[in-house]
C-alpha cells in the first residue's frame, strides 16, 4: 500500500461506505420486539453472528456493483469489521466481482457495544431495567451509555481515530469500508461536521439499508467532506436481491 500523499490531496479522497447484508440478528431482533418478547432468542455472540440467507443474497448483489466501480471508479483498499456479518458481506461481494483486493479488518469498525442491554428488546429494557430505560430516555440516544456498553458520543470518538489512520495511510485513495449502521451514521456525522440533532434526525428518518452504499468525496487538501450518495440499493434492485433495514430503536431523543 502506497503511503506517497497525492498532490492537492490529504488522505482518503472517497469513502465508499457498506453496511453488512441482513444478520440472523436482524431477523431474530425484529422477530422478538414485534412480538413484544423481552430477551432476542440469538446463540451467538454480536461478534459471530452470521448473514441470513437474505443477507449473502444482497452481499453477491453487492459485488455485482462493486464490479461495475470502473475506469478509476472503484476502491483501492478495503477496511471492514471484523465481525462476522461484515467480514461475510466483504468476502463474498470481492468473490462476486472477481475482485483482489485486500480485506483489512479494524475493531474499530465493529459495531455499537450494548453492554447490560445487549439481546434485549425495548419490552426487556423497560421490564428489568427501568431505571437504565428513564435514563437512556432523559440523555438521548447520543449521550447515553448503557453499562459495559458504547454511547454514540464513544463511538465517534473511535471513529475519529479510525479517520485519522485513514488520512495517515490511504494518501488521494478511494476506500470502501463495510461495518455497521451505526458506526456509518457516526462516520458521516463527524465527516461532516454534524452536530447531536442533525445525526439523530438522520438516523430516525433514513436508517441505513443492508448492503446499501454511502459515498463521501473530498478534492483537495483541506476541502469538507462531501456527501456524493446515501443509502445507494439499486444493485440490490437489478439482481433481485431483498431490500431490508433492520433500523434500531427510532426513540433517539433526550426527553
Known sequence: MSTDPTPGVFGAAQLMLVRHGESIGNVAAGEAERAGLEVIDLETRDADTPLSAQGAEQAEALGTWLRDQTGGSGPESLWCSPYVRAVQTATIALQAAGSSLALHLDERLRDRELGILDLLTTTGIDARYPAEAARRRHLGKFYYRPPGGESWADL????????????????????????????????????????????????????VRNAAVTRLVRTSAGAPWTLAAFNEDGHLDREGAPVTTHAGDRDAYPH
Open 156 to 207: 465517534a470518538m473511535r471513529v475519529r481515530a479510525l479517520l485519522s489512520d485513514l488520512d495517515r495511510v490511504e494518501h488521494g485513495r478511494r476506500v470502501l469500508v463495510v461495518a455497521h449502521d451505526a458506526v456509518i451514521m457516526t462516520i458521516r456525522y463527524v465527516c461532516e461536521g454534524m452536530v447531536e440533532k442533525d445525526v439523530l434526525d438522520l438516523a430516525r428518518a433514513t436508517p
